[in-house]
């Protein structure tokens, strides 16, 4: 039987280890402390994650030492503690490891596979995965499809080890757009929460899922991404899913800024980690360094740090000058 | 002050209408009946779009002879009806058409500007509007954002005419694409409402818009189509917004089949046209003749036909055996 560990015991690392669990493998949670293993195997789940139930085969323990024969290491922490977060040691870096955080370090633009080379894994061992995969339907059992890219070829290990007939895998070997878009569009969901907040329809988010598709996809392409990422399952598939459904993270924390709280006051709401809140700064550095105009970001970015309005911000995305469309191609 | 003529008292008509009007024109809607005419002229509006208080300078009058002075006119029936509703006598042939139906036709597989090509228009008075733009979001003011194409100059005409500060037009020159994303978007949405309908959640309807938006694509490229018109509002946001908001009369269509209902039971339950029921055979035959591949498509048939049922086609899409994404491109 074949056993992985799984770094990070939140809504998605516990749902990606029951899906190592379900085709069969032992797993290991490392956690953050022995409290908080104790807890999730008392409980056999978390509280935010009322659907899931963990299986026998899935057991926590704080991230100290190398349980011995592992298949692979899953990376499932909030992307700006991954690398503090990281196992030391040799052992681990010579293992395939897949990143399932979404988002960009601070200070270094770092994709989450660049810093796990940084850290020490070759290049052939590091595989992302990325997806419209909201854990509270992935754990019912609710059909979801996703996307597993290497430039190895541990992409194809991954998707046997986590598929199952209601969670899809399909393979890619574009790690740059894969990532990039799973961080940006948590950006964009927070512009397409503040819309909902306000008390605008379908048609509003539509248009925001739009520019905003068009705004990942310059920013990738420039950054050596390919485009058609941006068609798939990582790219449009997560953005929609992202920007329409209410149990969003990231676009419940648009919402509660359209009412009028602060960054702070809504992080607080939330409790969780908001991965577009700390991505948005970034994406915006990018885009400065990188000649690329990314205006919901920048709004975004403005909302956040309290230097604009809800409103205004809004009203400055959707009467922007624009006669003829242009989609990033 | 400018004159305008809608033909058809839908609710998509009438809330051009109102737009038409917003921007100072006297508005004629064109409607079969002139029992129709009373009844909307003495209600200021219809009863499936409560949203909708009609301003004074429309008028509601049966399709029967040519009003003097005209700047334009929009034809809003459904599609399959377009052809038999326009209005006869070259002085119409003379003045700038906006379509506004989503559809194709039956028997001739024409798009709707093609139909008004064969009914006499030239080629340089022929737009075409399309986008994420729910009536009864649009009625109340909600922001929306749409695309006018035309392959002459009266897309722009157009957009001074129409657009509001809460509905912003934008211009194209690839009627082709922006009819074909228009048309088949509706076939899709009539997957992602049974997807809804058996209880799926957003990464179910996201992996069916990604793999629609795919499907839309390759299609609309291989009859002449630009790419670049699926990735924008007519494209990848129309599609968004039909798949996921509640209030879509086709989504609405695939809910009702997921219950167990005939496609005929479902149609008479909505009560008004569905254009996506409509236009699937159609989709179906242009991607034979054409050789591409419509999976989408082929499941809705096969559903509205009752050949399949609504979990069968939904296992099929699902499972489908792709190990690599192609998105069209």
Redesign the interface.
């Given at each position: 039987m074949a056993a992985y560990a799984v770094l990070g015991a939140t809504s998605w690392g516990l749902t990606l280890a029951s899906l190592l669990a379900r085709a069969e493998a032992e797993v290991t949670v490392l956690t953050r402390s022995a409290a908080e293993a104790d807890s999730v195997n008392a409980r056999r789940g978390i509280a935010r994650l009322p659907g899931l139930v963990l299986p026998p085969q899935v057991t926590c323990e704080p991230a100290r030492s190398q349980p011995p024969g592992l298949a692979g290491l899953v990376v499932a922490v909030p992307a700006q503690h991954l690398r503090s977060s990281l196992p030391p040691g040799p052992g681990w870096r010579q293992l395939p490891v897949l990143s399932a955080a979404k988002g960009i370090e601070h200070g270094t633009n770092l994709r989450m596979s660049q810093v796990l080379a940084q850290e020490g894994w070759p290049a052939h061992l590091i595989a992302a995965l990325s997806g419209?995969?909201?854990a509270?339907?992935?754990v019912?059992g609710?059909?979801?499809?996703a996307?597993v890219a290497s430039s190895g070829d541990t992409a194809a290990a991954w998707?046997r080890a986590l598929a199952t007939?209601?969670f899809?895998l399909?393979?890619?070997q574009d790690i740059t757009g894969l990532e990039f878009a799973g961080a940006v569009k948590n950006v964009v969901a927070i512009a397409a929460g503040a819309?909902a907040g306000l008390?605008?329809?379908?048609?509003?988010?539509?248009?925001i899922?739009?520019r905003g598709?068009?705004e990942i996809?310059r920013l990738g392409v420039a950054l050596g991404a390919r485009?058609?990422t941006f068609?798939?399952?990582a790219?449009?598939?997560?953005l929609?899913?992202t920007?329409?459904?209410p149990?969003?993270r990231n676009r419940r924390l648009g919402e509660l800024l359209a009412t009028g709280m602060s960054a702070g006051q809504a992080l607080t709401a939330i409790g969780e980690a908001v991965e577009g809140a700390s991505t948005a700064p970034v994406v915006l550095e990018l885009g400065r360094l990188n000649g690329v105009d990314v205006p919901i970001t920048a709004q975004v970015c403005a909302v956040l740090a309290g230097t604009t309005g809800v409103r205004d911000a809004?009203s400055e995305l959707?009467?922007r000058q624009?006669?003829?469309?242009s989609?990033?191609?």
């Open positions: 419209p995969t909201l509270g339907e992935v019912q609710l059909p979801a499809a996307v998707q007939p209601f899809r399909y393979t890619s819309a008390g605008f329809g379908a048609n509003t988010i539509a248009a899922v739009t598709l068009a996809t485009v058609d068609l798939g399952l790219g449009v598939g997560d929609t899913a920007c329409f459904s149990i969003s809004m959707l009467t624009l006669k003829a469309e989609n990033g191609l």
